[in-house]
């Protein structure tokens, strides 16, 4: 899994490479410029610019097809380095109360007839699903959730919670694109897992998500004194 996240990682960094590299070429027509600035764009790391990752993404996202690529190299990529950034930028800083936990409704279980959608805490924690325990994680952590069924009550959640970060659960698919349209909000993704298919009894890695929510916020004020 960490092999994975450093192989995206380096993905991400040598496509983003590419551009400036690229606009050094026209400009000098020397390949040695080009492949010095791609060396340098990979050692002093991402630009601060979404922009990139986003021209990165759809720049990727057809030459994967290309190539017969399978699964979702350029959401990993987005997934990967988004997150990166985000808990870069503000890993270890952000109030509990200031963050938002968004997940799929995907998780609920299929059968289930609480509506939890409007408001999670509906749900009677059965333990027939990942629900109840993520909102036993906020409860202990302190942080706010919310359960989307698509990307325009994710927005509309992400609107009125006004979070400072966001800690995602989805879908490669989902969880990638949704990361580049919640820009300028930064977000920690987690990809669930789809043991009986896409969009039915989703499952996600509970210790996981907990350890991105630890990632992102600030201390306890008592250990913020001690
Ligand atoms: S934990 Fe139980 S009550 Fe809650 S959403 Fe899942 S199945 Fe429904």
């Given at each position: 899994m960490k092999d994975n996240c450093v192989?995206?990682?380096?993905?991400?960094?040598?496509?983003?490479?590419?551009?400036?590299?690229?606009?050094?070429?026209?400009?000098?027509?020397?390949?040695?410029?080009?492949?010095?600035?791609?060396?340098?764009v990979n050692i002093f790391g991402l630009s601060r610019k979404n922009i990139f990752?986003?021209?990165?993404?759809?720049?990727?996202?057809?030459?994967?097809?290309?190539?017969?690529?399978?699964?979702?190299?350029?959401?990993?990529?987005v997934i990967t380095l988004g997150s990166e950034k985000t808990l870069?930028?503000?890993g270890g800083g952000v109030p509990p109360g200031r963050i938002l936990l968004l997940l799929p409704h995907c998780l609920q279980r299929h059968d289930c007839q609480r509506r939890i959608t409007y408001d999670p805490y509906n749900c009677v924690r059965c333990g027939r699903c990942p629900i109840?325990?993520?909102?036993?994680?906020?409860?202990?952590?302190?942080?706010?959730?919310?359960?989307?069924?698509?990307?325009?009550?994710?927005?509309?959640?992400?609107?009125?919670?006004?979070?400072i970060a966001v800690v995602a659960v989805a879908c490669p698919r989902?969880?990638?694109?949704g990361m580049l349209d919640a820009h300028p909000v930064p977000v920690a993704g987690v990809e669930n897992t789809r043991p009986v298919g896409d969009c039915l009894d989703t499952q996600v890695d509970i210790p996981t998500v907990e350890r991105r929510i630890k990632e992102l916020m600030s201390p306890p004020a008592a250990e913020t004194q001690g």
């Open positions: 192989f995206h990682y380096h993905l991400g960094l040598t496509v983003f490479s590419l551009f400036p590299g690229v606009i050094v070429l026209l400009l000098t027509h020397s390949l040695i410029w080009f492949l010095a600035s791609m060396v340098l990752l986003a021209i990165s993404f759809h720049v990727l996202k057809p030459m994967a097809g290309m190539f017969g690529g399978e699964g979702f190299v350029a959401e990993e990529m870069k930028k503000f109840g325990e993520l909102l036993d994680l906020a409860d202990r952590t302190g942080v706010k959730i919310a359960i989307a069924t698509g990307g325009t009550l994710a927005r509309r959640y992400v609107k009125e919670a006004r979070p989902d969880l990638g694109q």
